[in-house]
């Protein structure tokens, strides 16, 4: 895992932006695309740092907790079962500093990468957002001083994660709670079937357009046309792998915002970020 800190590179400063403990392998897989992320975050990082882009991330955290609670009402996993499987009471606290640490990522990334997205289909978006900038909260400061270990992608069960998922390898958020399997092993026996639920796979849905739509409100236009991205000296072939890696991504982030309500959802977490029930 790669710490903001420690790190360099366009992916680690954007973690710092997301005010994350982690640099997101999704960032370090589009880091890969030669100066791509380069040109796109030397557009997007006043756009981040504005607090309607927290606050669309926020109640997009919303709506997937409502849509989690309709499927998942009855969980079997909770913090009693699991302190009576083994888990300690301290590592049970860890846990769910993890969980609000992906609660509050994950949206942002869809954000991010759904601007990118837009950018890419269409060759500007954004500029209809209000540049107001993000406050500093007692979460960041918490989310900052929080430990997120990823495990090796080879750890049991997430190969089996993955291949359910129709990933390659198991997204960070499996990784990282990897490090408690007497939690991952019974929570995956559960979260796996979310998927057969109609209405989960639509608020899925819904969460990607949204993300989509909302790419006009970012602060500063984003501009991704051909023209811009030969102009910077970004060639053909690498504008079509970052626009796989970011297609790929999108799907994956909207599963994983709903998985990590789901997991809160199991221990008792049902607080809501914007709006209240």
Request: aromatic content about 6%; proline content about 6%.
């Amino acid at each position: 895992m790669s710490q903001p800190d420690n790190a360099e590179g366009t992916a680690a400063q954007i973690a710092v932006a997301l005010r994350m403990p982690l640099t997101p392998s999704l960032l370090q897989d589009l880091e890969a695309a030669p100066r791509v992320l380069d040109v796109v975050w030397a557009q997007l990082a006043s756009s981040v740092d504005t607090a309607g882009f927290l606050g669309s991330a926020l109640y997009m955290a919303d709506m997937a907790l409502d849509a989690v609670e309709g499927v998942y009402d009855e969980p079997q996993l909770s913090p009693a079962t699991l302190l009576e499987g083994g888990l300690t009471a301290a590592e049970l606290d860890e846990l769910v500093a993890v969980l609000d640490v992906f609660h509050w990522l994950h949206p942002q990334l869809l954000l991010l990468f759904a601007a990118l997205a837009e950018g890419f289909a269409r060759g500007r978006v954004g500029g209809q957002g209000r540049i107001e900038q993000r406050p500093w909260s007692e979460r960041d400061s918490a989310h900052l001083a929080t430990t997120v270990r990823l495990a090796s992608v080879d750890t049991a069960p997430l190969p089996e994660v993955a291949a359910a998922l129709g990933l390659t390898t198991a997204p960070d958020l499996y990784r990282a709670v990897a490090r408690w399997p007497r939690y991952l092993e019974p929570a995956w026996q559960e979260l796996q079937h979310l998927s057969a639920y109609p209405d989960f796979r639509r608020r899925g849905r819904a969460l990607y357009y949204y993300a989509r739509a909302g790419a006009r409100f970012l602060a500063e236009p984003l501009d991704l046309s051909d023209e811009s991205l030969a102009a910077a000296g970004i060639a053909p072939e690498t504008v079509k792998a970052a626009r796989a890696v970011v297609d790929d991504a999108l799907p994956a982030l909207t599963t994983m915002m709903m998985h990590t309500c789901a997991m809160r959802v199991g221990l008792g977490i049902h607080d809501r970020e914007v709006v209240q029930a």
